[in-house]
């Protein structure tokens, strides 16, 4: 499985647990079997990845809401937009990946699952923490 499609598995995932709202490890294991994700390399980095984002959680939302404009807070993020920045900053920040992949696979992301500004937004937010770094 290439990486855009296992990113994309992870992203299906994280949604899914901003959704519910509700995370537990098994839930992982769960997502992986019930989509027949046979490949470990994609199972290990959906593994981490959700792993890794969900032990920061907080520090990458508090990342987010530095660029927000002034009367925008995390909780107008649009799930959908939160759990692409998610997935996108913590591979900034904890990956060796190379940002401009990173910002190109959120921003097709955003393109696919979400609505006419995520693109643009998802983008800004992404160019912002990059400078950052």
């Known amino acids: 499985m290439k ?42 980095y959906i593994r981490n990845t959700i792993q890794g984002i969900m032990n920061k959680q907080k520090e990458i939302q508090k990342t987010i809401s530095m660029y927000l404009k002034e009367d925008w807070s995390i909780e107008r993020i ?28 959120a921003v097709e992301l955003a393109k696919k699952y979400g609505d006419t500004t995520s693109q643009a937004f998802i983008n800004g937010i992404l160019a912002s923490v990059v400078q950052e770094k």
Request: proline residues 1%; without cysteine.
């Open 3 to 44: 990486r855009t499609a296992t990113r994309e598995q992870a992203f299906k995932l994280l949604y899914s647990l901003e959704i519910q709202k509700d995370y537990e490890e098994k839930q992982i294991d769960i997502y992986i079997e019930q989509n027949e994700i046979i490949d470990e390399n994609a199972r290990n």
């Open 78 to 105: 649009s799930k959908v937009n939160l759990a692409i920045l998610e997935i996108a900053i913590y591979e900034i920040k904890q990956e060796e990946t190379p940002y401009k992949v990173v910002i190109n696979e």
